[in-house]
């Protein structure tokens, strides 16, 4: 049985090799990346990123981070007065 690769780590690629030139001024922002090749495009929003990635490289396999955020989305109303 050959042996398997190791699980590749999105989040180090992420804070490795995008994070330091994407952070600065486009907080709240989304990158699309290609895990493959670490490519990346920035947007508003994660259609809009994945578009201009895809555009690039058409097969791309794309993880999505928020830019100085944890999540890329969240689910619920935080903060939001329901009972007013």
């Not at 920035?42 to 201009?52: E, G, I, R, W, Y």
């Given at each position: 049985?050959?042996?398997?690769?190791?699980?590749i780590?999105?989040?180090?690629?992420?804070?490795?090799?995008?994070?330091?030139?994407?952070?600065?001024?486009?907080h709240?922002?989304?990158?699309?990346?290609?895990?493959?090749?670490?490519?990346?495009?920035?947007?508003?929003?994660?259609?809009?990123?994945?578009?201009?990635l895809?555009?690039?490289l058409?097969?791309?396999?794309?993880?999505?981070?928020r830019?100085?955020?944890?999540?890329?989305?969240?689910?619920?109303?935080?903060?939001?007065?329901?009972?007013q």
């Amino acid at each position: 049985m050959a042996p398997t690769a190791p699980p590749i780590d999105f989040n180090d690629i992420y804070q490795s090799q995008v994070r330091p030139q994407v952070e600065e001024g486009n907080h709240g922002k989304i990158v699309a990346i290609n895990i493959e090749t670490g490519a990346f495009e920035v947007a508003k929003d994660s259609l809009t990123a994945s578009d201009q990635l895809l555009a690039r490289l058409t097969d791309a396999q794309i993880w999505f981070v928020r830019i100085a955020h944890r999540a890329v989305h969240r689910v619920g109303l935080i903060g939001a007065n329901l009972f007013q």
